[in-house]
């Protein structure tokens, strides 16, 4: 089936640096999404990417939609200490029948004051 | 705003034993969904409904079964549970198909088999 592999798996990082994590996939996808997952939380949508090359900002947060279709690329600035949890990248094809996104492992993030 | 309720947020079950898990969203969304996820792994669908009536099958669904008699609710049935079948489940719904809408996540059930 379809696989989407995110990369980094976990990442400790200093207040005030930036953090860049991607996700890949086995297929082309026409849709993805970035969510943040707080301890003990569902996860929350941050960003969706509908096109090819799409770039789109959420505050301090910066998706791409790869233009390959097969990736996808979370970037966050200036980091601080509530970013700290685990980022899960979903995607999905607009094939018939098809209602679902797979999800990403997660990129854990650790931010260090 | 309620959002995607989950009901219980914990619970404990003896191998064996039977229980359903909770979820009603107050969106008036169609599309509803369920998702266990096991530690350090994502979030693999275990059932899906596009609307009141009408389910599916997702990834995992072995062991479980759901209904949807309506749009609100969509509980999710373990008949009898096993030590595989600990992990934390969550309930998602969206406004419709993909493409165009995300989805919104309840926070959870934490279930132990033992």
């Known amino acids: 089936g379809q696989q989407l592999n995110q990369s980094p798996q976990s990442m400790f990082i200093q207040e005030g640096e930036d953090v860049s994590m991607n996700c890949t996939s086995s297929?082309?996808?026409?849709?993805w999404l970035w969510y943040k997952q707080d301890p003990g939380e569902g996860p929350v949508l941050l960003i969706a990417?509908?096109?090819?090359?799409e770039l789109t900002s959420n505050g301090r947060l910066t998706a791409q939609f790869g233009i390959t279709r097969k990736d996808s690329f979370l970037n966050i600035s200036a980091s601080i200490p509530s970013d700290v949890g685990i980022y899960f990248c979903?995607?999905?094809?607009?094939?018939?029948?098809?209602?679902?996104?797979?999800f990403g492992t997660g990129t854990r993030l650790k931010v260090l004051a | 705003n309620a959002g995607v309720t989950q009901t219980p947020k914990f619970r404990i079950l003896k191998i064996g034993q039977s229980m359903t898990l909770q979820c009603t969203q107050d969106?008036?969304?169609?599309?509803m969904y369920w998702y266990r996820q096991d530690p350090g792994m994502g979030l693999k669908l275990i059932y899906y409904?596009?609307?009141?009536?009408?389910?599916d099958k997702g990834e995992v669904p072995n062991g479980y079964n759901v209904s949807r008699s309506t749009t609100e609710d969509f509980p999710l049935r373990l008949e009898l549970a096993a030590p595989s079948q600990t992990s934390v489940y969550f309930c998602?719904?969206?406004?419709?198909?993909?493409?165009?809408?995300?989805?919104?996540f309840g926070s959870g059930t934490r279930l132990t088999v033992v």
């Open positions: 998602a719904s969206s406004k419709g198909a993909i493409g165009n809408y995300g989805y919104t």
């Open positions: 297929s082309i996808f026409n849709t």
């Open positions: 990417l509908y096109k090819a090359g």
């Open positions: 979903a995607g999905a094809a607009s094939t018939s029948g098809t209602y679902k996104y797979i």
């Open positions: 969106m008036n969304h169609n599309y």
């Open positions: 409904s596009v609307g009141a009536g009408i389910t």
